[in-house]
């Protein structure tokens, strides 16, 4: 999975974890696994605020971007992130002040 982070100035929070094709954002469940090789899932068909990108599924990854929030001291990583290959299953972590790990 390669997760583009979009960061936005807002005070929550996003905890992110995957198991397999599911991703959960904030304790809601993503399940990606119906997204085939070469297609693309447009963002409007998922119910998902932090979504910031149609999903795609890349030589077996899903790509997508989503919406990061930061705090208003937020490190240059926070503000300028590198995207995130999630290679296993467990929680996500994020480079912001604010991010917590979801346990």
């Known amino acids: 999975m390669r997760i583009t982070l979009s960061p936005i100035r807002m ?4 905890l992110l974890a995957r198991q ?4 959960t954002l904030n ?3 993503l399940d990606l696994s119906g997204v085939p090789e070469g297609a693309t899932l447009p963002q409007d068909a998922v119910d998902c605020p ?3 990108s149609d999903i795609r599924r890349i030589d077996g990854t899903l ?16 503000l300028f992130p590198d ?5 296993a299953d467990g929680p996500i972590p994020l ?3 604010t991010s917590e790990v979801l346990q």
């Open 83 to 87: 995207p995130i290959e999630v290679l």
């Open 95 to 97: 480079p912001t002040d």
């Open 11 to 14: 005070d929550d929070t996003l």
């Open 50 to 52: 932090w979504l910031a």
């Open 27 to 29: 304790g809601e469940a």
């Open 63 to 78: 790509h997508l971007t989503l919406l990061m929030p930061y705090a208003g001291t937020a490190s240059p990583d926070a």
């Open 20 to 23: 397999g094709d599911t991703l």
